[in-house]
Nanobody, 124 residues
Framework: QVQLVESGGGLVQAGGSLRLSCAASGRAFSMFAMGWFRQAPGKEREFVAAITWSGGSTLYVESVKDRFTVSRDNAKNTLYLQMKSLTPEDTAVYYC?????????????????WGQGTQVTVSS
């Protein structure tokens, strides 16, 4: 069983940056892909980014490409999401999730455990 705890969210002005972290425990973190999802008010949860078990390959939703960078430190059991050039449309609760295989997916059904989420609010 895995426990995930996100941190790093907050209020930022448009054009600003934030780095989210996701600390994992209770499972072989380095064996599985990890992902970030987000959910804005009144909207369904959507895929944001994911990374393979080794960190060698990443996957992004088109709207965040070239602005967000997902990475992981397997020695620290931590997943990161570096976000820059933020816009109000990025406002959401951001969740990290652990995949059920080594390779990333955009499908939430391919993820087994979820954190509690961290709020990101981007003001215009």
């Amino acid at each position: 069983q895995v426990q995930l705890v996100e941190s790093g969210g907050g209020l930022v002005q448009a054009g600003g940056s934030l780095r989210l972290s996701c600390a994992a425990s209770g499972r072989a973190f380095s064996m599985f892909a990890m992902g970030w999802f987000r959910q804005a008010p009144g909207k369904e949860r959507e895929f944001v980014a994911a990374i393979t078990w080794s960190g060698g390959s990443t996957l992004y939703v088109e709207s965040v490409k070239d602005r967000f960078t997902v990475s992981r430190d397997n020695a620290k059991n931590t997943l990161y999401l570096q976000m820059k050039s933020l816009t109000p449309e990025d406002t959401a609760v951001y969740y990290c999730a652990t995949g059920n295989s080594r390779y990333p997916s955009m499908l939430s059904s391919e993820y087994e455990a979820w954190g509690q989420g961290t709020q990101v609010t981007v003001s215009s």
